[in-house]
């Protein structure tokens, strides 16, 4: 096909460009799509518009998909199977285990990295998902007291079954990145990154580009905050949504963060931009910044978001934009979870 086409099919909107994420793995779109939002975690959803959301991302050049087992125990992958039948051969499929869930106190989580246990989980996902293999398997959480070579050992078995293609790891240090890499290549790490969460920038980005591994920045959007589509999760959010349990979105912390969305604004003010798009125009930016490949998925379940977010994979901040934009992080009030137990402790 070619590009004018492409550019026809994405209906007047240019396709977004690829990149391999890790040595040796899957080529993607530069944008991911996290999928979550979709089942669980931010208040309710238009099922119907969801789907359609998918189906644009793909349209826009969106091939990575991601979820986990954890995300409404099973539901999100239950959710997605319809789109991935229909799209398997197009899409890179990511998928995660280690976090159980209760459905009755569904924030209360359990972290577990017994090999017996990830063997059950990968066939519990394959069913759902309704596949023989997922392209991307991730360690959703570190549970301490198991040895991370046995961990990524069980999960190399899965490679050598067939059941999944590719490795990754969600959270972890530098120094689990490096032990993990030495039992069998890891394609991507997936850690929160964005204007507001920079602290893996000090060890885990360089180590990941020294061995070759792709990052994928979660939560890019800081869970929409950084859109300035809402201040005070406790005021404005619904009852469930899980962003009223953390703390920067929260309280008086809440109020001093939406003030430090003042740069961004004003950048995507004299660019006719969002403030999302400055903020996943920075993400991408840190690609080229730190030498690796970066992967952002931002969650949407919205047709008009997605076309926004892909359009900000064409976006190239300047110098001048990327300093005033350079401060922000540091100044950030509160936590990025209620339970900081949750995040690998180091991970910096
Ligand atoms: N590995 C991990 O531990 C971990 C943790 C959290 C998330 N994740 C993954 O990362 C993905 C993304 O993270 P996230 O969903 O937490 O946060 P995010 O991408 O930073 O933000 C998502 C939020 O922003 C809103 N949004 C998206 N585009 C927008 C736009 N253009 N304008 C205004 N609001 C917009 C979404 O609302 P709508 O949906 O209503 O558009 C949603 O509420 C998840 O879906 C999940 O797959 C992984």
Redesign the pocket.
């Known amino acids: 096909m070619s590009s004018t086409d492409s550019a026809q099919q994405a209906g007047k909107q240019q396709r977004i460009s690829t990149v391999e994420l890790g040595s040796n793995g899957p080529v993607v779109g530069v944008q991911g799509l996290?999928?979550?939002?979709m089942s669980w975690?931010?208040g309710p959803t238009d099922a119907d518009e969801a789907r359609a959301t998918l189906e644009r991302a793909l349209e826009l050049g969106v091939t990575l998909y991601?979820?986990?087992d954890a995300?409404g125990a099973g539901e999100n992958e239950r959710f997605l199977a319809p789109f991935v039948k229909a799209h398997r051969d197009e899409i890179v499929l990511a998928t995660?285990f280690a976090i159980g869930v209760d459905p009755s106190a569904p924030y209360k989580r359990v972290i577990n990295n017994d090999p017996a246990y990830i063997r059950t989980c990968i066939d519990a996902s394959l069913q759902r998902l309704g596949v023989d293999s997922v392209d991307l398997y991730?360690m959703?959480?570190r549970d301490p007291k198991a040895p991370i070579e046995e961990t990524v050992g069980a999960m190399a078995e899965l490679v050598a079954a067939g059941k999944v293609k590719h490795l990754g790891l969600?959270?972890v240090t530098a120094d689990e990145l490096r032990a993990a890499q030495a039992v069998h290549p890891i394609a991507a790490v997936?850690?929160?990154w964005?204007l507001f969460s920079r602290d893996i920038e000090r060890s885990v980005v360089p180590t990941a580009a020294e061995l070759g591994v792709g990052l994928v920045p979660?939560?890019?959007?800081?869970?929409?905050f950084?859109?300035g589509?809402f201040v005070s999760a406790d005021k404005e959010l619904s009852e469930d949504d899980f962003r009223r349990q953390q703390p920067r979105f929260t309280g008086d912390n809440a109020a001093a963060n939406a003030a430090l969305l003042e740069p961004v604004r004003r950048i995507a003010d004299a660019r006719g931009a969002?403030l999302?798009?400055i903020a996943l125009a920075w993400a991408q930016h840190r690609a080229e910044a730190f030498g690796l490949a970066v992967v952002p998925?931002?969650?949407?379940?919205?047709r008009s978001?997605i076309e926004?977010?892909t359009a900000a994979t064409h976006i190239a901040l300047t110098e001048e934009e990327l300093a005033l934009l350079e401060p922000i992080a540091a100044q950030v009030s509160g936590d990025r979870y209620a339970d900081m137990a949750f995040t690998s402790a180091g991970r910096e």
Not at 34 to 37: E, F, L, T
Not at 297 to 302: A, D, F, L, V
């Open positions: 996290g999928c979550m939002g975690a931010y991601d979820t986990a995300y995660k991730y959703h959480r969600s959270e997936q850690s929160e964005s979660y939560s890019p959007l800081g869970r929409g950084l859109t589509a969002s999302g798009q998925i931002p969650g949407t379940r919205k978001r926004e977010n």
